[in-house]
């Protein structure tokens, strides 16, 4: 073979290699740019905030398997009995049905936030006796001093609890359906009068009033 044409082959396999190792010089200048995408995001994920907790608190009461007569045989439901308040003087009583656990409990909790009252809480009491009544249920309470805490148990502790009082004494009477008791507990918060309310019709300050 001719010294001319062994210099041709040289040339020739030069080129294809310096043809093969322009790719590869391309991908390792695209790697700094992955890691730069890839700290970027890390850095995206750190600087997320994280979404602030709702001040309403909900407590399911009671979820019981109810039944329904209709044409074709029974319709099996669930009730759910749920209490909803703040902590801070809202609270309300929410009942619902569905097919699944899961829809009845929510439906439940619209409905409480749907009937909240206002409590005028006098320090971490109530201000005055007052009993509550619901079909056949009936709750008696009483403001109590410091130190006491909820003298209290089933639906009726849960809405007091809910409604922020700390400190009252309770006794629930007639029926013991948990439903009919947290109506009737709700129905005595509703009806409370704040002292203010009181000192205004007397013509009294609030200095006046409590001395």
Do not use: Y
Not at 49 to 55: F, R
Not at 82 to 97: F, L, Y
């Amino acid at each position: 073979m001719d010294l001319e044409n062994k210099e041709e082959l040289k040339a020739e396999a030069t080129e294809t290699v310096e043809e093969t190792a322009a790719p590869a010089e391309a991908t390792n200048d695209e790697k700094p740019a992955r890691g730069r995408r890839g700290r970027g995001r890390k850095q995206k994920i750190e600087t997320t905030e994280e979404k602030p907790q709702s001040e309403w608190t909900e407590r399911v009461v009671q979820i019981s398997r109810v039944t329904k007569v209709v044409k074709g045989g029974k319709k099996l439901s669930f009730r759910a009995i749920v209490i909803v308040g703040n902590q801070k003087g809202q609270v309300g009583v929410g009942c619902a049905k569905a097919s699944e656990v899961i829809i009845a409990i929510q439906k439940a909790i619209a409905d409480g936030r749907k009937n909240l009252i206002t409590v005028p809480i006098f320090k971490t009491t109530i201000p005055h006796p007052i009993i509550g009544r619901s079909g056949a249920g009936e709750v008696m309470l009483r403001p109590a001093s410091e130190g006491t805490g909820i003298i209290a148990g089933g639906a009726v502790r849960s809405v007091l609890e809910l409604a922020g009082i700390g400190n009252i004494l309770s006794k629930s009477l007639g029926s013991k359906s948990p439903l009919n008791a947290a109506n009737a507990t709700l129905d005595a918060l509703k009806k409370l009068t704040p002292f203010t309310e009181v000192a205004k019709r007397r013509g009294l300050s609030m200095a006046e009033f409590l001395n």
